[in-house]
């Protein structure tokens, strides 16, 4: 649904009819301008959409996979005998497809003694289990018993090969992370920067699309407060929105030129009042696109304080 929306907002003009009398610096940028700049724009969704939906992959799957346990087993390993207390079917299972039932992954505890102490543990075995009182050949770390499983079997529901869904987040952050920086650097220039007017000098289609669009690079150029000329780039699949005959306007660093961003090119829009003021006109689409990045921040940070704690 946010797509939807940031779709259509992207398709309007940013509205700034007074965008060259700003306020003098710093400017007061409000949070709607902010939320839609940070989290706006189509691969910016789709990196959040990405990362979201590969977070649930992530506590699933990679946390609870066999390569995890490479971490646990690198140091030196010490063997005992063991015995088996209860095996039980998990609610996972391997090898399934859409006509065939997976074969079933066994949970199986066991109990060993290290010294005076004993210890329990879970390994977890693809179609096999044990009869209570059976014995086991146990491996555990030197450094601490307590990080243990059966020789030979797992000690993660998940073989390794699960690992491969951290891909998805892994797209999802190539996506969202160059957005979240551009959009920080907006923010600044919005708050401190001065405004200039730039011409377009070049036009290059990118190996990106969106909505089999495809994605363009563009390249302005302007003359800065010292007098000398610099560049700013945008990137966007609807280049009609940057083809202004007057010239596009670029706010940029006056300490450092280089370091600018088109206007017309940020997600979403907002005015300039009369005043030289910067004011949101689409608050509910702001509330829309961070609706997303919220609720993968905060439930990657809530079940990651419930896994440890």
């Not at 902010?34 to 799957?61: D, E, P, V």
């Not at 289609?205 to 909505?211: E, G, I, K, R």
Request: glycine share 10%; hydrophobic share 40%.
């Amino acid at each position: 649904m946010s797509n939807d929306i940031e779709a259509k907002e992207e398709i309007r003009r940013v509205s700034h009819p007074n965008i060259d009398n700003l306020a003098p610096p710093p400017r007061r940028v409000p949070l709607p301008v902010r939320c839609h700049i940070t989290f706006g724009g189509m691969l910016n969704q789709m990196g959040w959409f990405f990362f979201a939906f590969g977070s649930i992959l992530f506590w699933i799957f990679v946390i609870n996979c066999e390569a995890m346990s490479w971490f646990s087993f690198r140091g030196p390993l010490k063997t005992c005998q063991g015995v088996v207390t209860s095996s039980e079917k998990s609610s996972a299972s391997e090898g399934g497809s859409k006509h065939r039932k997976g074969t079933p992954i066994w949970a199986i505890h066991y109990t060993f003694k290290e010294g005076k102490n004993t210890y329990q543990g879970c390994s977890y075995a693809v179609g096999r289990s044990h009869d209570a009182g059976a014995p086991v050949t146990v491996e555990y770390a030197a450094s601490d018993p307590r990080i243990s499983r059966i020789s030979g079997y797992r000690s993660r529901v998940f073989s390794a090969a699960a690992g491969v869904t951290l891909l998805f987040p892994l797209v999802g952050l190539a996506f969202l992370v160059p957005g979240w920086l551009t959009g920080r650097k907006a923010r600044r220039l919005l708050e401190n920067g001065i405004v200039a007017t730039g011409v377009l000098k070049a036009k290059e289609p990118t190996s990106s699309s969106v909505n089999k669009q495809t994605v363009y690079k563009l390249t302005f150029e302007f003359n800065a407060a010292d007098g000398r000329t610099y560049e700013a780039v945008a990137k966007t699949h609807e280049t009609q929105r940057l083809q202004d005959e007057a010239g596009e306007k670029i706010v940029y660093d006056p300490a450092d030129p280089t370091r600018a961003v088109v206007i017309d090119g940020l997600p979403g829009s907002f005015r300039v009042t009369a005043d030289g003021q910067i004011e949101s006109d689409n608050s509910r689409g702001a509330l829309m696109v961070t609706l997303v990045p919220l609720l993968a921040l905060f439930g990657n940070g809530a079940y990651a304080i419930i896994r440890l704690f």
